[in-house]
């Protein structure tokens, strides 16, 4: 599968998004990729996992397991380890760190996938490979459906990325102004407070 195949996917659902758009990161961006219009697509979600896990197991070879940062990995984390044949667990915030929680674990040593939807800067999947190295894991990459940072994330693991785009993201203050002038929509999860 390649990068057009996947940005195709998110296309025919309307999950790639064009306007103003606050990321979880805190980063200003023109482009916006609404995962959960894909991911509530078993179809669609199925195709990427499988050619996501394939592309992991060309890479790295056989994993143990997969983790993923909740809650927004979730879905795509099971699906790739379901195509991997191995466990699948997520971490949470605990405290404002992730934290293996619900009764999950990792074996010492196992050999651990973490995979995440779509990296920006890459700072969940740095949080969730910390957390996965404190619980015994060993991480052999950080996959991701889409890595939006044209490579330069640091995941501070070998980076699989089933689609790399070069998407601009900016902080506030410094933002174009053909940005600026377009009114600000704030999609992403990590700054609402339940």
């Known amino acids: 599968m390649t990068s057009e195949d996947v940005i195709a996917e998110f296309r025919a659902c309307g999950a790639l998004r064009e306007g103003h758009f606050v ?70 915030r605990e405290g404002g760190a992730f934290k293996l929680r619900r009764g999950f674990h990792l074996a010492p040593g196992a050999r651990v996938a973490m995979v995440e939807d779509i990296v920006t800067t890459g700072l969940s999947s740095r949080e969730c490979i910390t957390a996965i190295r404190e619980a015994g894991g060993e991480v052999v990459c950080a996959a991701c459906i889409v890595d939006r940072s044209g490579g330069r994330a640091d995941v501070s693991a070998p980076l699989v990325a089933l689609a790399t785009l070069d998407v601009p993201a900016y902080p506030a203050d410094v933002l174009p102004p053909e940005l600026a002038a377009l009114p600000i929509e704030d999609p992403g999860s990590r700054r609402l407070h339940l």
């Open 23 to 92: 990321l979880s990161s805190g980063l200003h961006s023109p482009v916006f990729l609404q995962k959960n219009l894909v991911f509530m697509h078993a179809d669609r979600t199925e195709r990427l996992c499988r050619a996501l896990a394939d592309k992991i197991t060309q890479l790295v070879g056989k994993v143990d397991m997969v983790v993923s940062p909740a809650v927004g990995a979730i879905i795509p984390g099971y699906e790739t380890a379901r195509h991997l044949g191995v466990p699948s667990v997520y971490v949470e």
